[in-house]
């Protein structure tokens, strides 16, 4: 049961432009969420994260919006540079007997075209 | 400011062999975790550890064993490996559950 959903594989995007990088969930229980970033032979790095007490978070180039209604977050990067081609994982936490770990979606590999 | 480091960075097992992947972090982070990375399927959780002497299954364990007999370091061991488990196997730290991780960068394994 995937709990944490990223339907879009791959997303190429032209310099300069809006990236929308979608993420569902199913669990009403997740209350804060995070974006990581990862480029190949690298681990995963922290970019952005929100609490389901706001709808949105901002961060320079960076904003991620929660729909808690539709179970929906999304991350926004304006305006898109070459150096955003990575693979972006959305990730909740998920309480469990006193224990917190994150369940990750499957990422989107974005392309930013030069 | 070394943060997670992970040895080795790549290997080749033949099936049946045995190795232990080692974590290591200097943050002084309580919780540990050993995620597999593998195409379409995410990150996968292995196993985690909650402190110093503890461990405790994720979703998918088999195959696998841990330890933290330090604080510092996280041990992730395959008794018998398989060519299943050819993955890229990140390990991951945090100070508590407020706090979102910080990940090694990766070793990859391939069992022929």
């Known amino acids: 049961d995937q709990q944490v959903k990223q339907n879009s594989p791959s997303l190429s995007v032209q310099e300069g432009r809006i990236s929308i990088l979608n993420c569902d969930y199913t669990?009403?229980?997740?209350?804060?969420f995070l974006w990581y970033k990862k480029y190949p032979a690298e681990g995963p790095t922290f970019l952005i994260s929100?609490?389901?007490?706001?709808d949105k978070n901002e961060d320079g180039r960076f904003t991620v919006f929660l729909n808690k209604s539709a179970k929906h977050l999304s991350l926004h990067i304006v305006p898109s540079q070459p150096g955003d081609s990575a693979v972006y994982f959305c990730?909740?936490?998920?309480?469990?007997?006193?224990?917190?770990?994150?369940?990750f979606g499957t990422g989107t590999r974005l392309k930013v075209l030069a | 400011n070394a943060g997670v480091t992970q040895t080795p960075k790549f290997r080749v097992l033949k099936t049946g062999q045995s190795m232990t992947l080692l974590c290591a972090q200097d943050?002084?982070?309580?919780?540990m975790y050993w995620y597999r990375q593998d195409p379409g399927m995410g990150l996968r959780l292995i196993h985690y550890?909650?402190?110093?002497?503890?461990?405790a299954k994720g979703e998918v364990p088999d195959g696998y064993n841990v330890s933290r007999l330090k604080k510092q370091n996280f041990l992730l061991g395959l008794e018998s490996a398989a060519p299943s488990q050819t993955s890229v196997y990140f390990c991951?730290?945090?100070?508590?559950?407020?706090?979102?991780?910080?990940f090694g960068s990766g070793t990859r394994l391939t069992v022929v």
């Open positions: 990730a909740a936490p998920l309480t469990t007997s006193g224990t917190y770990k994150y369940i």
């Open positions: 669990n009403s229980m997740f209350d804060y």
């Open positions: 929100i609490s389901s007490i706001k």
């Open positions: 943050m002084n982070h309580e919780y």
């Open positions: 550890s909650v402190g110093e002497g503890t461990t």
């Open positions: 991951a730290s945090n100070r508590d559950k407020s706090y979102g991780y910080t």
